[in-house]
C-alpha cells in the first residue's frame, strides 16, 4: 500500500469561518465560481495570495484521487490554514479546534484512508497541551508543527513541556514550512521565501529539536521531516564541525539523531539531491509524500520512478512507515 505522508486538506467550515470579513481582517477567503476561493494571508507586498481549487476543499475529491492514483492512506495537515501562532490566543485556540475536529471527522469518515495531523496553539503552552490532549482524545494520528512560532524559533524553552507531552503520547512530529519563513517581508525577492526559505527554515527548526537537547529530553519522539530534510542533507557535516559550539552536550552526534529520530518524505524536484539524503537519514527512513493538492500525485509517482533506483522506489511506494504513527 502507498501511504502518502505528506497531503495538505482545507475544510470547507474554515473558509466559512473567514469569508466575507473585512478587507483589513486576515486571514480572510472570497468565493469565487466554482468552488473555489481567494484566500488571503495579509496585506504586506509579499503577502501569501492562494487560490484555491474545489479540490484543496472537498474531501470526497480528495479520496477519488488517492484511488485514481493508487495511493490506499494520506496523512493530511491543513498547513497554511493552521498558522494560528500570531493570532489572538481566542482565535487561535478556536481555529485549532475546528481544524483538529474535522480532521478527526474525516478519520471517522474514510478510517481506511486518512490520518490526520493535529494543530496546535503554540504561542501558549498551556493552551497548546490541553489541545493536544484534545485532539488525542480525537485519535489523530500526529502533530503538525510549522517552522516558526510567529516569527520565533520552534523550540523555546517555554515551549519543552508541549514536547514532553506528544512524547508521552507516542505521537509523530510532522514538520513543515511556516508560510512565512525568517525571509518574509526582508527585502528579498519574494519567491525566495518558499523556495530557499522555507527548506532553511525547516531545517534550522530540525537543528533546533537537536541541538537545544530536546531530543534527549524527549527520548521516543520522532520526527517527519518534510521535502527530503530541506537543506540538511548537504550542510549537515559543517554543522557538526562546531560541535564545540552547541549550546549543550549531547548524547549523540548530529548524524546519529538524523539516522535514527528523522524520517523525510520524498518531495524533491532534484534528482541529485536523492543520494545524499539516502546517505544522511538511510533508505529505509525516505517516505513516500507529494505535497498534493499542491502537486499532483501521478507526477511526483513517475518522478520516482525516472529518478529513484528500482529498489528505494519500491521501498518508499510500498514499504516504508514511520511505526508511531499508527496507521493499521
Known sequence: MIVNHQAHWYPQSYFDLVSGRRADHYPRAEKRDGGR???????????????????????????????????????????????????????????????????????????????????????????????????????????????????????EPETWPIY?????????????????????????????????????ETSSAALTLILTGLLDRCPNLEIVHHHLGGVLPYVVGRVSRYTHHFPVELEHSVEEYLRTRFYVDSMTNTPAALPLAVHTYGADRILYGDDYPWHTHEEHQEFIRAHFEPDLAQAVLHENRVASLRLG
Do not use: C
Not at 513543515?176 to 526559505?197: K, V
Open 164 to 200: 514532553e507531552r506528544i512524547d508521552e503520547l507516542g505521537l509523530p512530529i510532522f514538520l513543515h514550512p511556516a508560510s512565512n519563513s525568517m525571509l518574509h517581508d526582508r527585502g528579498f525577492i519574494p519567491i525566495l521565501d518558499s523556495t530557499a526559505g522555507w527548506m532553511w
Open 37 to 155: 476561493y481567494l484566500y488571503e494571508m495579509g496585506d504586506s507586498p509579499g503577502a501569501w495570495r492562494y487560490e484555491i481549487a474545489s479540490h484543496f476543499i472537498d474531501l470526497d475529491e480528495q479520496v477519488a484521487a488517492l484511488d485514481a492514483a493508487g495511493i490506499g492512506m494520506a496523512v493530511m495537515s491543513p498547513n497554511m490554514v493552521a498558522e494560528i501562532a500570531g493570532f489572538d490566543l481566542a482565535e487561535a485556540r478556536d481555529i485549532a479546534t475546528l481544524l483538529n475536529e474535522e480532521l478527526a471527522d474525516a478519520q471517522r469518515r474514510y478510517p481506511d484512508r486518512v490520518a490526520g495531523l493535529a494543530v496546535l496553539p503554540m504561542q501558549d503552552t498551556a493552551a497548546a497541551i490541553e489541545e493536544l490532549n484534545r485532539a488525542a482524545a480525537l485519535d489523530l494520528r500526529g502533530v503538525l508543527m510549522l517552522s516558526n512560532v510567529a516569527g520565533k524559533p520552534l523550540a
